[in-house]
């Protein structure tokens, strides 16, 4: 099972909003509403931000948001902040009941 | 509060084994599947296996371990498992253990990781 494909780097001033992108195929995030988004910062735990596509837990920010066209869904985050300044993961459930993580994106607030 | 704390990491030498715990409290342990992700030193995250609450359920690993990793939990002790063998260089990464929470295996809960190094 290859890795999601996500850009590596992507940055916004605050206040702005950015996308992160993350591509797969029709056996993983294409196939299915199950696309997670995990916000990771240095020397830390990941902690979920985004599942089943757009959803969001209990806690988390309403600036996150999630969505999915085809094979590849995407994270925005609005009204950026200095605390957003993390790496970003984007993971899927596969046709083999496994998991695939991407490569990971690193947001830099400016 | 949900808990989970991994133990069992350290050095070991390649081809070697070792046993990696998961302690976890604040949930109902027998409720929830399990999962393992690791991360090598400055890369991303990489599944590695996931088992359903009642072990007979199901039992998931990544292609890339061929055989060499076995997870496991016991209920009774609110414990998860990772035993692996054959360990090799690219094995050297932090260990997490995360709670499942819904379709398509999303882990709402982390521990904070313990680490393996392979090294000779």
């Known amino acids: 099972q290859s890795a999601l494909t996500q850009p590596a780097s992507v940055s916004g001033s605050p206040g702005q909003s950015i996308t992160i992108s993350c591509t797969g195929t029709?056996?993983?995030?294409?196939?299915?509403?199950?696309v997670s988004w995990y916000q990771q910062h240095p020397g830390k735990a990941p902690k979920l931000m985004i599942y089943?596509?757009?959803k969001r837990p209990s806690g988390v920010s309403n600036r996150f948001s999630g969505s999915k066209s085809g094979n590849t869904a995407s994270l925005t985050i609005s009204g950026l902040q200095a605390e957003d300044e993390a790496d970003y993961y984007c993971s899927s459930y596969t046709s083999s009941s496994t998991v695939v993580f991407g490569g990971g994106t690193k947001l830099t607030v400016l | 509060e949900v808990q989970l704390v991994e133990s069992g990491g350290g050095l070991v030498k390649p081809g070697g084994s070792l046993r990696l715990s998961c302690a976890a409290s604040?949930?109902?342990?027998?409720?929830?599947?399990m999962n393992w992700v690791r991360q090598a030193p400055g890369k991303g995250l990489e599944w590695v296996s996931s088992i359903g609450g009642s072990s007979s359920t199901y039992i998931y690993y990544a292609d890339s371990l061929k055989g060499r990793f076995t997870i496991s939990r016991d209920n009774a002790k609110n414990s998860l498992y990772l035993q692996m063998n054959s360990l090799r260089a690219d094995d050297t990464a932090v260990y997490y253990c995360?709670?499942?929470?819904?379709?398509?295996?999303?882990?709402?809960?982390w521990g904070q990781g313990t680490l393996v190094t392979v090294s000779s």
């Open positions: 089943e596509v757009s």
């Open positions: 995360a709670r499942e929470n819904g379709g398509g295996r999303p882990a709402d809960y």
């Open positions: 604040g949930f109902t342990f027998s409720s929830f599947s």
């Open positions: 029709s056996s993983d995030v294409g196939g299915y509403n199950f």
